[in-house]
């Protein structure tokens, strides 16, 4: 079933692209001479650095692919994922939650939880976070070897083997500082080797206007027929939307899921890191012009007879993931595909990094050095780091073949998510904003918002509870109940760490500061204008997006 | 160490110009480029903007060190 034929010219730019990442990851070996080199990237990163790597952390293919294919499933309503489901909690996450984790100095997000709460919230947290990673990793690498057997007809095996080994050869030679510069190149690689797409597909369909007269008009809006389930593709309405999506998964992962945290960490001062994900906001309300714009041009391609252009199946099941391989064969000429290919390749490497050095620093400081051996040295534990790092993209390839046994991955996704930081978020919000939160309050919240999470998630797969009882709707999907599942889990764990902590005893308010707002110093720039400060920034990406879903409503 | 921007810089000039190269073979043998638009030559237009890209980062970029 090979979509993509290949030529020596596409095969070429795949090598000169593998050549740098290679060779950058020999380059920066010279430079990584201290643990916090290797696991902080010498905190030297200026904001835009930063800020691009934070955002391609997030962008893998799988992403890129999927909700292409999304798009062609469920239309404009794909965009929230990438506007009211990211930008606010990105927002957030600079102006309000950075302080506290910069100016901590902490090296990860358990870190937090032990300064803030206690040793057994960081190692659960820790544990958790741990595990996710590598199936994240290990599902992210299935994905990889899925997509470039099914358009390239490449061995299962050996493309796993050969972008594991890629990935573990320049992580493990210096760390997150190769991880962030090779998310640099693969944000470049992704605009320009998938926007032309969207340029040629808007081209064919005849100018911007063509795309939305030529859609359903279910298909092009984002807010208009939320208020009935059955009106739109999704079968959401606003309140799953707004509550599960909006809120808690967004902010449940952008704001405490370390693998994009950590890129903020490695900005070179404060104010750099504040400006971290509000730079990378701008860019990730640009990408619908890639990923909605091919899947809209997709499904008019795919419902105009004359266009030759349909998606594969699989058996009787559409494959809509094949959207954007099939767009990309259809349009781009030998060369071109190389490029498209390479951004795709990538995007899957990029993301398998940024997931190895975020696991090899929580391993490292949150569970090696703060269980097994609390006396470790620095030159020790940047020797545990690297080793972490290839002990890590091994247990990720079992993963992999393991995930090869699942029947649907963005399920099991969703649930990893759902399960460690929906109810993680909570813990943040209150502990960094209220001051009388016990230690206990927070384990013993955030073990209950894991477990509720996880029997919803088998309650709802084996029918023990109906969907009803979660999203209020008899019209609902799998994605409805992804949102309200993360919604309910999150409102578990605050009113459990509440309630606990009403009758736990509380850490004294000295050791709180600098952790907890209200009990810290506030920083004003006073000596610099409005008009250069991380708020003002802000405020025109808010503004940005408060005008893109009025255009879209 | 050189700026990440001077690498990107590399690696759009390179495959630029790769792709431009491939653009203007196919002016000379068309025959091998059949995709919906080929017309329009995208590997022409869209190297030439890679390669100006990177060569502007090269540029931009080529005397500087970050510490």
Redesign the interface.
């Known amino acids: 079933m090979n979509a993509i034929g290949m030529t020596f010219i596409d095969w070429l730019i795949i090598a000169i692209y593998f050549a740098f990442v290679m060779g950058i990851g020999i380059y920066l070996r010279k430079f990584t001479k201290s643990e916090e080199d290797f696991f902080l990237a010498g905190r030297r990163n200026s904001s835009w650095v930063a800020g691009l790597a934070f955002l391609s952390a997030n962008l893998g293919a799988l992403e890129l692919l999927g909700m292409t294919g999304n798009t062609f499933k469920y239309g404009m309503y794909v965009a929230h994922f990438y506007w009211i489901g990211a930008i606010p909690a990105m927002l957030f996450l600079g102006i309000y939650m950075m302080p506290f984790y910069y100016s901590s100095r902490i090296k990860s997000i358990p870190g937090y939880l032990k300064l803030r709460f206690d040793e057994k919230t960081r190692v659960l947290n820790g544990i958790s976070f741990g595990i996710m990673t590598l199936l994240v990793s290990g599902i992210n690498l299935y994905a990889m070897a899925l997509v470039l057997h099914t358009f390239l007809g490449w061995q299962w095996d050996i493309s796993m083997w050969i972008s594991a080994i890629t990935v573990a050869a320049y992580v493990t030679l210096s760390g997150l500082m190769s991880a962030i510069f090779t998310e640099i190149l693969q944000f470049f690689m992704i605009w320009f080797g998938l926007f032309l797409v969207s340029i040629l597909g808007i081209i064919e369909v005849g100018g911007i206007d063509q795309v939305f007269q030529r859609i359903p008009p279910a298909f092009n809006t984002l807010w208009s027929t939320s208020s009935d389930p059955s009106q739109n593709g999704m079968m959401v309405t606003w309140g799953g939307i707004a509550l599960g999506l909006g809120f808690v998964l967004s902010f449940g992962y952008w704001t405490t899921d370390f693998l994009v945290v950590q890129r903020a960490f490695s900005a070179r001062d404060l104010k750099a890191a504040r400006m971290t994900p509000i730079i990378a906001s701008f860019f990730k309300m640009a990408l619908p012009f890639i990923v909605i714009l091919a899947g809209l041009v997709a499904l008019i391609l795919a419902n105009d007879p004359h266009s030759g252009f349909k998606l594969l199946h699989d058996g009787n099941t559409v494959n809509y993931d094949s959207a954007l391989p099939l767009l990309i064969a259809r349009y781009y000429p030998s060369g071109l595909i190389g490029l498209g290919v390479t951004a795709l390749l990538a995007g899957f490497m990029a993301g398998q990094a940024g997931n190895i050095s975020a696991f090899n620093t929580v391993w490292t400081y949150d569970i090696y050095k703060s269980v097994i051996n609390r006396n470790a040295s620095d030159v020790h534990l940047l020797w545990m780091g690297r080793a972490a790092t290839i002990v890590g993209i091994i247990i990720s390839l079992g993963t992999a073949y393991w995930a090869k046994t699942f029947p649907s991955i963005m399920d099991y996704m969703q649930a990893i998510f759902s399960w460690i930081n929906a109810p993680l978020f909570a813990t943040m919000l209150l502990g960094m904003f209220v001051s009388w939160i016990t230690p206990n309050g927070a384990f013993y919240g955030l073990i209950t918002g894991m477990a509720s999470s996880f029997i919803m998630f088998l309650g709802l797969k084996f029918q023990w509870i109906s969907t009803k009882l979660l999203t209020f709707s008899d019209v609902t999907s799998d994605m409805a109940a992804n949102f309200w599942r993360a919604w309910w889990a999150w409102l578990i764990c605050f009113a459990v760490t509440i309630i606990v902590s009403l009758f736990t005893k509380k850490k004294p308010k000295e050791d709180l500061v600098g952790l907890v707002k209200g009990l810290t110093k506030e920083t004003v720039e006073n000596e610099v204008p409005f008009f250069r400060r991380p708020e003002f920034f802000a405020l025109i990406s808010l503004l940005i997006l408060i005008i893109l879903n009025i255009y879209f409503w | ?2 700026p ?1 921007w001077f ?2 810089g ?3 000039t ?2 630029g110009l ?2 431009l190269a ?2 203007v073979y ?1 002016i000379f043998d068309p025959a ?2 059949r ?4 017309g ?1 030559h ?2 022409i237009w ?2 030439g903007i ?1 390669l100006i890209s990177g060569i502007i980062f090269i540029l931009t970029n080529k005397n500087k060190i ?2």
Do not use: A, D, Q, R
Request: glycine share 6%; no cysteine; net charge neutral.
């Open positions: 160490m050189k990440i690498f990107v590399l690696l759009l390179v495959l790769v792709i491939t653009g196919y091998h480029n995709t919906v638009l080929s329009l995208p590997s869209w190297g890679m970050v510490e």
